[in-house]
């Protein structure tokens, strides 16, 4: 999708701090995080939400979480870390492209 900012990142359109990729998935810093380390993991095709991706293609759902575990140890945040999926401009989502926040790094509130 071309106005989808995350479609754009994947696309190389966006500038983002990538700290990890696959053939499916993208993971990279947020621009404005809510805890020490904040990373975004994204599936590379475009799904609006958390709950349409797990429907479409539970199996990327699932690589995803594992991919999310992944980015965790290699922050060095392996053993406490938060997942956070925000699902529909209710609960906060602002970009309707499906994501996982890996937040950690010291105490997190408010979330």
């Known amino acids: 999708m071309s106005d989808c900012l995350?479609?754009?990142?994947?696309?190389?359109?966006?500038p983002a701090t990538v700290v990890r990729e696959s053939e499916t998935m993208?993971?990279?810093?947020?621009?404005?995080p809510k805890a020490p380390i904040h990373v975004l993991v994204i599936p590379k095709a475009h799904h609006e939400n958390i709950a349409?991706?797990?429907?479409?293609?539970?199996?990327l759902a699932a690589h995803l979480i594992t991919e999310a575990a992944e980015v965790a140890?290699?922050?060095?945040?392996g053993d406490g870390w938060r997942l956070v999926a925000n699902n529909g401009a209710p609960v906060g989502q602002t970009v309707f492209h499906a994501h996982l926040?890996?937040?950690?790094g010291g105490r997190i509130e408010g979330l």
């Open 6 to 14: 995350f479609c754009r990142i994947v696309a190389g359109e966006v």
């Open 26 to 32: 993208l993971a990279f810093r947020d621009i404005t």
């Open 52 to 59: 349409a991706l797990a429907a479409a293609d539970p199996v």
């Open 73 to 77: 140890r290699a922050e060095g945040i």
């Open 101 to 104: 926040h890996v937040l950690g």
